[in-house]
């Protein structure tokens, strides 16, 4: 049974920073591109970052470029979201999701998800 649990949301001030992990279970993590996703209330799931599956290319929405950093590490099945100056916009609940056939950006490519961290960036 596959299993990705994210932890690492909070609460935190803007301009502050967190980061979130992703640890997968269940499956060969070195074979799945990862991505992470967000949810604010009222909108609909979008992109935030995605890293492929040797680490070698990242992918970034425009709105978290040069705030946002995506890494994974491979021998512990995790997939780590640097998030600093953070921003009210940024509040949402973040997913990680992993894909097979490294489709990146797209929700509809994805293959299995977490729960989901709330994060709350208070202004």
């Known amino acids: 049974q596959v299993q990705l649990v994210e932890s690492g949301g909070g609460l935190v001030q803007a301009g502050g920073s967190l980061r979130l992990s992703c640890a997968a279970s269940?499956?060969?993590?070195?074979?799945?591109?990862m991505g992470w996703f967000r949810q604010a209330p009222g909108k609909v799931r979008e992109f935030v970052a995605a890293?492929?599956?040797?680490?070698?290319?990242?992918y970034y929405a425009d709105a978290v470029k040069g705030r946002f950093s995506i890494s994974r590490d491979n021998a512990k099945n995790t997939v780590y979201l640097q998030m600093n100056s953070l921003k009210p916009e940024d509040t949402a609940v973040y997913y990680c999701a992993a894909s097979y056939f490294s489709t990146y950006t797209g929700v509809q490519g994805y293959d299995y998800w977490g729960q989901g961290t709330q994060v709350t960036v208070s202004s």
């Open positions: 890293i492929s599956r040797t680490g070698a290319s990242t």
């Open positions: 269940g499956l060969t993590f070195s074979n799945y591109a």
